[in-house]
Structure formats: C-alpha cells, structure tokens
C-alpha cells in the first residue's frame, strides 16, 4: 500500500502569474495538493493559500500533489462556468514537459490506451480495456544520458494519465512513488512531470491566451 505523508512546500507560498476580474493563474509547486482531502492534515491546499487572499475565487481544474505547474482559477460563477466547459469540451489546450527513464525510440506518436481504477490499490490506475478512453500526444524534446525529456500534450484528463501513458510505454518518469521502480524513484527528489503551459478562451473577453511557466528539469 502507498503510504501518503503529506508535507506541503512553504516557498513558494502562492506564486501568482496572472490575475484579472475573472480569473486567477498560479504556478503551482510540486508536493502541494490543489484542494483538500477528507483529512484535516490536507487543509493547506493550492485553493485554500488562494482563498485566504481572493476568497472568492473558485477551483477550475486539478494537479496530481505531485506535479507542478500552471492552474487556473475562476473567481465568478459565470466565469467558472465558462472554463469548466472549456475543460469538458477538451478545448482547453494543456502542455506538459516531463523527464522519463531512458530513451524513447520513437521521437513523436500518441498513446492511446484506456484507463481505469485499479481495485486492489486505489487511487492507482492501471490499462483497461473496459476503463475510459484516455489518449495523449508525445515528442521528444532531448536525449539525456539516462533519460529523455519529454512534451506531453492530453487530449483526455484521467487521473494519472501521464504517469501510466509513460510506465506502458516502459519510460515511467523520475521520481514518481506511484508506478516507478525504486530506481527511477530514487533518480529524482520530486516527480518531474510539470504543467508548462495552458491555453483557454477568456470567459470575459473571448480572446484566447495562453499561460506559461517554465519547466525546471
């Protein structure tokens, strides 16, 4: 069984990248749930940092605990419902670079595996041929010694899509406690899989834009 200890990152606090009258993005840190669990230990969350300064504003989406990067949150009702749709409808354009072990033969292709609960150790996921359709993109950006530096584009959003797409292609990624072996856990202090960039349709303006924070692998 994955024993889960949760010690959330104290630096950054809350690293703010944009903010308006409808909308909030954050870069969020690695070890930092985006909201609470049944736990009163998962208080300190992505949404509750954000509320106790913009109490209004609402979770959109979500990041794994243990992935980095770029969220977005609404902070009205009509906003919110705007990007939730976005999301729903697969219109929402998301990026992100990880670093898996080994290297990758193919430079470029799609996984397109389906995924569901794996019943013997939840919240694990596991390949199912009755489980939801999950599909998701992939290029090699670099060839690293022992590793390879991934861009992975979802087209769905399972739960830990990324981080099975990448252990059935036999390149589990560094540092994930989940599915990798000891090895490639010990490879790296944190799980090196990051939101890089988001691309939504503002719900106010309509214009598209696009949010980016740099990968730190």
């Given at each position: 069984?994955?024993?889960?200890?949760?010690?959330?990152p104290?630096?950054?606090?809350?690293?703010?990248?944009?903010k308006?009258?409808?909308?909030?993005?954050?870069n969020?840190p690695s070890?930092l749930?985006?909201?609470?669990?049944?736990s009163?230990?998962?208080?300190?969350?992505?949404?509750?940092?954000?509320?106790?300064r913009?109490?209004?504003a609402i979770l959109i989406?979500r990041?794994d605990?243990?992935?980095?990067?770029?969220m977005i949150?609404?902070?009205?009702k009509?906003?919110?419902?705007h990007?939730?749709?976005?999301?729903?409808?697969?219109?929402a354009?998301?990026?992100?670079?990880a670093?898996?072990q080994g290297h990758?033969?193919?430079?470029e292709?799609?996984v397109?595996?389906?995924?569901?609960?794996?019943p013997?150790?939840?919240?694990f996921?596991?390949?199912s041929?009755?489980?939801k359709?999950?599909?998701?993109?992939?290029?090699v950006l670099?060839?690293?010694?022992?590793?390879?530096?991934?861009?992975?584009?979802?087209h769905t959003g399972?739960?830990h899509?990324?981080?099975v797409?990448?252990?059935a292609?036999g390149?589990?990624?560094l540092?994930?406690e989940?599915y990798?072996?000891?090895?490639?856990?010990?490879?790296?202090?944190?799980l090196?899989?990051?939101?890089?960039?988001?691309t939504?349709?503002?719900?106010?303006t309509?214009?598209?834009?696009?949010?980016?924070?740099?990968?730190?692998?």
């Amino acid at each position: 069984m994955h024993i889960f200890t949760y010690r959330p990152p104290s630096i950054p606090w809350l690293d703010i990248r944009y903010k308006d009258r409808d909308i909030i993005v954050i870069n969020k840190p690695s070890g930092l749930l985006s909201n609470p669990g049944r736990s009163p230990d998962t208080h300190d969350t992505a949404i509750t940092r954000l509320q106790q300064r913009y109490p209004e504003a609402i979770l959109i989406h979500r990041l794994d605990c243990d992935t980095s990067g770029i969220m977005i949150f609404a902070r009205t009702k009509k906003a919110e419902s705007h990007l939730k749709t976005q999301f729903q409808n697969r219109q929402a354009k998301k990026v992100y670079i990880a670093e898996v072990q080994g290297h990758m033969q193919a430079l470029e292709g799609k996984v397109n595996f389906a995924l569901g609960p794996n019943p013997d150790t939840p919240p694990f996921q596991m390949l199912s041929e009755t489980g939801k359709a999950a599909l998701t993109y992939f290029r090699v950006l670099e060839q690293r010694t022992n590793t390879t530096l991934m861009e992975l584009k979802p087209h769905t959003g399972r739960t830990h899509q990324l981080r099975v797409h990448m252990l059935a292609l036999g390149h589990p990624i560094l540092g994930d406690e989940f599915y990798a072996d000891k090895a490639t856990i010990n490879a790296s202090k944190r799980l090196n899989l990051h939101a890089q960039s988001l691309t939504i349709t503002h719900p106010y303006t309509q214009v598209e834009m696009t949010f980016f924070s740099q990968h730190p692998f």
